[in-house]
């Protein structure tokens, strides 16, 4: 059994926290940067060079990379040979999270109920995910997720007999319906089986994989080079505006699922796909 202090988990998020909101991951950061030679599109190569500009700036400044700083989703993988010790987990998290964002000047855009619209002004309370793992180790993911995007995420409750042709127009509908309104390029996250709830936490953990990672399923794999070769001719491309880099990736996670249903969710993230793991 090892013993974790909530405040060692408090500070690692509150460092998260700001170090996601200035710093892309080294995969987005050279998928975006490799992009630029695909882009045929002069105005989307254009595009792409002040995003890759932006980037920098921010990262050199210790500025956010985008105004909105995204309501903060943090998975936590607690090894069941861990003792957490101290104050509730729940309340460390949202803890780290009040720090981070007050500390590092970032957006809070948190409010308090869904209808009454109150900011909450320090950017809590978080959406925590957590899963018991074997091992003594606790693995944090922060994935700050701006709106822009997730607005045009959705989920479909297919029928088993549309098989993965239906999975394949879910996905091409929901990019074709964002268009420019998520950032393109997007990254885009499947999350396939399941129930109504568990297929679209399955979306939003694809968004946390490193994007030239593969399914080790082969078939699934394959459905992910497919796809992302599928929303790249849609045209979208760069801001929008047209051209061969409409998204820089494509990650699909499965579920088993009931032999009634086949549910998929579609969870599209722009370019500024935040996310940052920590092992204590």
Known sequence: MRTIQTNEIT?????????VNT????????????SQEKEE??????????????MDIAEKSRIPICQDTGMTVVFLKIGQDVHIEGDNIEDAVNEGIRQGYEEG???????????????TKDNTPG?????????????????????????????FMLKPADGVEGVKKAILETVEAAGPNACPPMVIGVGI???????????????????????PLPHIKELEEEMLEKVNKLGIGPGGLGGRVTAIGLNIETYPTHIAGLPVAVNICCHVNRHIRRVL
């Open 193 to 215: 089986g399941g129930t109504f709830e568990k297929c679209a936490l399955l979306a939003k953990k694809a968004l946390t994989r490193d994007i030239n990672s593969h399914s």
């Open 23 to 34: 710093n892309l991951s080294d995969d987005v950061k050279t998928a975006l940067l490799s």
């Open 127 to 155: 959406i925590i995910h957590y899963e018991m793992v074997p091992g003594d180790k606790l693995e944090i993911t922060v994935a700050p997720k701006g709106f822009g995007s997730e607005n045009m995420s959705r989920i």
């Open 105 to 119: 000047y970032l957006r809070k855009s948190v409010v308090s109920d869904p209808l009454l619209r109150v900011n």
């Open 11 to 19: 500070q690692n998020i509150k460092e998260m926290c700001m170090q």
């Open 41 to 54: 599109s002069e105005i989307g190569r254009q595009i792409l060079g002040q995003l890759e500009k932006n």
